[in-house]
């Protein structure tokens, strides 16, 4: 075949591929779906025009007219938070990327009509980038890994937010029932100050009593202010994780936690489910394959990285036509291209470095999150079975002592709000319990949750203890 027919065929080649390179249907978004449900067990939806704007609107309202539980605030999140459809946009742009890299640049033409005397000399260049075509496919190539990469990073982060809107429910849900816990310490107080101050009038109560009830009336009354603070800033957290505002805020929750589980998740081989699973440890491996392909063809073109031909006719007055072929090279003669290269070597091995990191950081997550998930399990399996069935008992002995007149109504106020702090810390442990559990599902399937230390169950304890001392 002589080397016209072989740049025929070859333009006709890539003419074809350039008609093939066109937009797809889902950009992208049925593979970062598929991923979100299969870990979520819900749908990401990507508001890309005003009808799925109107659809997500409906949907969110419904949503909202009852009391959300956690998988509701999942699903909210997943339609309405702004910065996640933000996010979604990377996909379009990747795409848009692949596109123009499966596109031909296009031709030159140019037309030179020049006067020389009396005669006439006109100039028709006609010029096509040669070295776009050669490298068409490679660059095609490394598009699609970024593309794919983007897919990755797009799931994680509907993975991440779907995270937040889970712990959002959790924690909102726990420091409201703290803060009606709280009121009820409050009215023991506020009925034992007031007790105090009779009896002192009386001369029926020492002056160290009576001070020491009005520290606590005033501790407790510090307590119950943080609570509600506490409440107030969980729920406005959950708000705008879901992406809610005007009317949209006044959403209600349930009054309690769901109950713990009978018994803890079973799983197998941590570390390997999150080496086959994790996003980021996926879209790391994409990121060093893709610069892989960067680097092989930054070694193929450093030294030609422009080369055009073109077709030539130049016609004279009174002169033969000239016509025939043109091609133009740049020479590396200051620019040998070995600064590019070397570049992109130190950028496969930064991303190939980076992806080891990655998978260092994954498979210590996930040991640190079981470990945490069972820690958090264990405790609140002890107050519920142990402990606040114990303090329980504890009131209703002394309850009888009271009826009995063995101990006065002081004793009784003092024992009822040490139960109920223990109530408050077994609400506080099942609330990590819950958080625990979602850090540790993202650890195996997501990306990294980000700080992974969680509120130890012994300062929940240490809370209670201080109450015991009134």
């Known amino acids: 075949m002589s080397a016209r027919s072989r740049l025929c065929a070859a333009a006709l080649a890539a003419l074809f591929l350039g008609g093939c390179s066109t937009f797809s249907k889902d950009g992208g978004f049925d593979s970062v779906n598929a991923a979100v449900r299969a870990r979520t067990g819900q749908d990401a939806t990507w508001v890309r025009d005003d009808k799925t704007a109107t659809s997500v609107a409906a949907e969110v309202n419904t949503l909202l007219a009852a009391p959300i539980g956690p998988e509701q605030a999942v699903r909210i999140a997943l339609l309405n938070n702004r910065g996640l459809q933000a996010a979604y946009a990377e996909l379009g742009i990747a795409e848009a990327d692949l596109v123009q890299a499966g596109r031909l640049a296009n031709p030159s033409f140019a037309y030179a009509r020049l006067v020389r005397g009396d005669g006439l000399e006109i100039e028709r260049f006609f010029l096509f980038n040669l070295m776009s075509l050669i490298t068409m496919s490679s660059r095609v190539e490394i598009a699609e890994q970024r593309f794919e990469q983007a897919k990755l990073l797009a799931a994680a982060e509907a993975l991440r937010v779907a995270l937040e809107a889970r712990r959002g429910w959790f924690e909102a849900v726990a420091a409201k029932e703290s803060e009606r816990y709280f009121e009820m310490v409050m009215r023991s107080a506020d009925a034992s100050a007031e007790l105090a101050a009779r009896m002192a009038g009386a001369g029926n109560f020492s002056k160290l009593q ?16 943080r609570a509600r603070q506490t409440a107030v800033a969980a729920r406005e957290n959950l708000t705008r994780v879901l992406g809610l505002w005007g009317a949209q805020t006044l959403f209600s929750l349930p009054e309690r936690l769901p109950a713990l589980p009978k018994a803890p998740r079973a799983l197998g081989q941590l570390e390997a489910t999150a080496m086959r699973e994790r996003l980021d440890v996926r879209a790391a491996k994409h990121d060093a394959e893709s610069l892989a392909a960067t680097l092989g063809l930054t070694d193929a073109t450093r030294f030609v990285n422009v080369l055009e031909v073109g077709y030539q006719y130049t016609t004279e007055s009174a002169e033969p036509v000239k016509k025939g072929w043109e091609v133009e ?4 003669v200051f620019d040998t291209g070995d600064a590019r290269l070397a570049g992109a070597q130190h950028r496969y091995m930064q991303s190939v470095q980076r992806a080891r990191q990655i998978a260092i950081h994954a498979r210590s997550e996930v040991r640190e999150a079981w470990t945490a998930y069972r820690s958090a399990y264990d405790s609140a399996k002890l107050f519920r079975d142990e402990i606040v069935p114990l303090r329980k008992r504890i009131s209703e002995e002394n309850l009888l002592r009271y009826n009995g007149m063995l101990i006065g109504v002081f004793e009784l106020l003092a024992d009822a709000r040490t139960t109920i702090a223990s109530v408050n810390a077994a609400i506080e442990a ?4 819950w958080i625990a559990d979602g850090t540790l599902q993202m650890a195996l399937t997501g990306r990294s949750p980000g700080g992974m230390a969680m509120r130890a169950s012994a300062a929940a304890m240490a809370g209670a203890g201080s109450g015991a001392e009134h």
Do not use: H, I, S, V
């Open 329 to 332: 090279l740049k020479l590396p």
């Open 210 to 225: 009576r001070m020491r009830e009005q520290a606590f009336y005033a501790e407790t009354t510090a307590q119950l202010a």
């Open 430 to 433: 099942l609330r990590d319990f």
